[in-house]
């Protein structure tokens, strides 16, 4: 029998919720999804013309589709999360963990002992986790044994070998960290107790365990033993003092997710914080490499369902930046204002700092794949058609109208490239006038890289506003180059970013990579223009005191400069030194004239 094919598969669809599969003509899975309506859902993919390339050519593979149609929107989330973990499709952006996280374990047993362990074993033991961190872990449980003396050691102690007085107290009881289980010292259900206790703290709720010390400490404190007494507030303030650093919200705000997510062209990056009797008990960040260009809802809705899934969460509500759909089992909350309005600004804070540190890492690790990421970022935030690999800026300097010069600098990649720099002195433009000083300068500069055959910038910054961008724009008229390079004029006030033809400005954030980059090469422009023009000046300078001499012409000056680099020189060298480069007459002119 024949595959049927794309168009009757796509016909004969349900309308149901569902997890769609698309495999290519031998049969190897492509990309997994899901879907509220699986008809709906399907032929959008081949009913609309994709602006993205990548999606275009994973439409252009589908050969067959399969679909599994499941009850709820919520199966249809946790069915599609496995089929991606268990395939692995190309397309499908998959969330890797190559870590097994630690829990911490209260053992199935008499006399529990509590400790750290990354393996879950089904023998009714209880697990709580997983911590994103063992540090966490151990200042956890360095809390518990600072106010709970535990037993450590791995003695079966049942009460028949408790009873028949098999073991010995070891040092652990003479310390003072464990009260001696294993030789009837301590009751099992004062031991119980302890583990209640314990239970709560590792949940996040210090409420009990407070108030119980709080009443042990007035108690022991009514009937004089003070030193007792003190030994119990000591573990107030430990408990108190943990409370205080683990952050604190609003205390009815318990068993809670929430989920934010910050993104670039190429990744996402969602964190993830879990609430418990008012504090945050875990906090994570996971990096999504995109596939298809996924939308930062479609990111956060895989990571929202992976996520809890990995750390087991039981919670009933979220808490999120904006509106997504995860199923109706799941309470979603976009709070606007307030404490949980907080929240959410928090967990968007943590993802933007664990972003910038992969930055910084990336840029150390993995250079090439920084330079890629930014070089997209700018494509994306000054509306261009090509990442600008190539740029050039132009600034003018000119001081009361004296030397006017205009330098060129050249970044490539983002990175300075000095070599290529160039400077400018005008030519054509009499006095202070930045305009026709731009149009000349950029026309110059252009003109002789087409000459040459060299390779033409993808971006063309100009500093100053819409004056001097309009000037420049000229110039690229002239050339022909207009629509063939990007150019764009930045005011230095409000740092605006100005287009031809445009009259309103556009504004980057002021921490953004592509603002930095455009100063950088601003900064670059008026540094080097301005270097050169205080050479320039100064040359100037030096050169109309030996010229005022009279009798000494331009030759005679370029003659002495040539030989002894400095007027300072000129004035210091004796008559006999002098007659040798100029000739004995001129060289007692220019003697005469500093030693009269």
């Not at 999804?33 to 593979?61: C, D, E, P, Q």
């Amino acid at each position: 029998m024949t595959k049927p094919t794309i168009e009757l598969q796509l016909q004969t669809l349900p309308s149901d919720p569902g997890v769609y599969q698309y495999y290519d003509k031998d049969g190897k899975i492509l990309y997994v999804g899901k879907a509220k309506n699986l008809k709906k859902r399907v032929a959008s993919y081949f009913n609309k013309n994709h602006a993205y390339g990548k999606t275009r050519v994973l439409v252009k593979k589908i050969a067959e589709i399969k679909h599994i149609v499941v009850p709820t929107e919520s199966d249809a989330l946790l069915l599609e999360n496995n089929l991606i973990k268990k395939y692995q499709p190309r397309y499908n952006v998959l969330l890797k963990d190559d870590k097994s996280y630690p829990w911490i374990c209260i053992k199935n047993e008499r006399f529990p002992r509590i400790f750290p362990t990354r393996k879950l074993i089904k023998d009714g033991s209880e697990y709580y986790g997983p911590y994103t961190s063992m540090k966490t872990v151990r200042t956890l449980l360095d809390l518990v044994k600072s106010l709970y003396p535990l037993r450590t050691c791995n003695y079966d102690l049942s009460k028949e070998k408790v009873e028949a007085g098999k073991y010995k107290v070891c040092l652990e009881y003479h310390l003072g960290n464990c009260k001696g289980p294993c030789e009837n010292y301590q009751s099992a259900k004062e031991y119980d107790q302890q583990i209640r206790a314990i239970r709560q703290i590792i949940k996040g709720n210090f409420k009990d365990s407070l108030r119980d010390f709080k009443d042990e400490m007035k108690s022991l404190a009514e009937n004089l033993q003070f030193e007792a007494a003190q030994k119990v507030k000591e573990k107030i303030d430990v408990l108190e003092n943990y409370q205080v650093k683990s952050t604190i919200v609003n205390p009815k705000i318990t068993n809670v997710d929430v989920f934010s997510i910050i993104s670039d062209e190429g990744f996402g990056y969602v964190n993830f914080l879990q609430i418990s009797y008012g504090s945050i008990i875990r906090s994570h960040t996971i990096e999504i490499k995109k596939k298809l260009e996924e939308s930062d809802k479609e990111l956060l809705e895989l990571a929202i369902t992976e996520v809890r899934q990995r750390f087991h969460s039981k919670s009933k509500e979220i808490y999120v930046p904006f509106a997504v759909d995860v199923g109706e089992d799941l309470k979603v909350t976009v709070p606007k204002l307030g404490e949980k309005k907080e929240i959410v600004d928090l967990s968007i804070r943590n993802a933007k700092f664990y972003r910038m540190e992969r930055f910084k890492q990336m840029k150390i690790t993995d250079p090439d794949r920084h330079v890629n990421r930014v070089m997209a970022q700018m494509k994306k935030d000054l509306r261009l058609s090509e990442e600008p690999r190539h740029i050039e800026c132009f600034d003018n300097s000119n001081i009361q109208g004296t030397n006017p010069v205009a330098a060129c600098v050249v970044f490539r990649d983002g990175k300075p490239s000095k070599k290529e720099y160039r400077h400018f002195n005008i030519k054509t433009v009499e006095g202070p006038d930045d305009f026709a000083s731009m149009e000349e300068v950029v026309y110059r500069r252009y003109r002789r890289l087409i000459e040459e055959a060299q390779s033409l910038p993808q971006l063309i910054i100009i500093d100053g506003g819409k004056g001097q961008l309009s000037s420049a724009l000229k110039s690229l008229d002239t050339l022909g180059l207009r629509g063939k390079i990007a150019i764009i004029g930045i005011a230095k006030r409000l740092e605006e970013i100005y287009y031809p033809g445009d009259s309103i400005p556009l504004y980057l954030d002021k921490k953004s990579e592509t603002l930095k980059i455009i100063q950088h090469l601003r900064n670059e422009a008026h540094r080097f223009g301005i270097t050169f023009h205080r050479n320039k000046r100064s040359s100037a300078a030096l050169n109309s005191e030996l010229e005022s001499i009279p009798g000494i012409g331009e030759k005679t000056v370029i003659a002495l400069l040539k030989e002894f680099r400095s007027t300072k020189r000129v004035k210091e060298a004796s008559l006999k030194s002098l007659s040798e480069i100029i000739g004995a007459a001129r060289a007692k002119t220019v003697h005469d004239y500093f030693h009269s």
